[in-house]
Every structure is written in structure tokens, then in C-alpha cells.
């Protein structure tokens, strides 16, 4: 499965949760205007796929960074990851939709069953 078709499958999985969540769409091929635009507006290179904002018991929220089966986390994505758990977030690699449905059912029981 790739990336994007993996991303694709946890937003289904994740609009019909209830929780509030959201994708930053960095990546991809861009124009260089439309990139130089958007990293002028902000965008950070190694933000997580997938930002969960609910709270849980124990977290400000949880962040998921989509992997495809070799895929490994970037130096900038690492960065992102000791930026957000030193912040209170919970922070994972998946790489299946099981995987998301399992973290999902670890921090936010009521909403996945």
C-alpha cells in the first residue's frame, strides 16, 4: 500500500470517528512557486500525517506519521516527533489502517470499537 493510498484510508477510517483531526499535506510535487508560497504561509517540513487534537487521558492529542512498508521517518520528521512528545503529545508510526485502528482503540476506547 502507498503512502497516499494508506492516507487515504485512515481519513475514511477517522471522518466517521467523531474525533477532531486533521491532515497537513506537505508532501507531494509542487511547483516551486506554489512551494516557496507555501512555505512562506508556514508549512514545516516533517509534520506528522495525521494530527488527532481530541484529548486523551494522558496526552494533549496524538500524532500519526503514515509509513508505506520500507518507509522510514526522516531526520526532520525525528525532530517533529522529540518536539511533540516533549509537548504531551503521543506520537506513532503506522503503516496499516490496523495499526491506526489499534492506537485509536488504545487512546480513544469510546470512539473505536
Not at 502507498?2 to 486533521?22: C, K, N, P, Y
Not at 516557496?36 to 494522558?58: E, H, N, S, Y
Not at 503514515?66 to 506520537?91: I, V
Request: charged residues 25%; glycine residues 8%.
Amino acid at each position: 500500500m502507498t503512502e497516499d493510498s494508506l492516507q487515504i484510508a485512515v481519513a475514511r477510517l477517522l471522518d466517521h470517528t467523531g474525533l477532531h483531526w486533521f491532515h497537513c499535506p506537505n508532501g507531494g510535487k509542487r511547483n516551486i512557486l506554489v512551494a516557496a508560497k507555501l512555505k512562506r504561509m508556514g508549512a514545516k517540513a516533517g509534520v506528522p500525517d495525521v494530527m488527532i487534537v481530541t484529548p486523551t487521558i494522558q496526552h494533549c492529542g496524538v500524532a500519526v506519521e503514515l509509513k508505506s512498508d520500507k518507509g522510514r521517518l526522516t531526520d526532520t520528521q525525528k525532530q517533529w516527533r522529540e518536539a511533540l512528545t516533549s509537548c504531551g503529545w503521543a506520537y506513532y508510526t503506522a503503516r496499516s489502517v490496523d495499526e491506526v485502528i489499534e492506537i485509536c482503540k488504545t487512546h480513544y476506547p469510546k470512539y473505536v470499537k
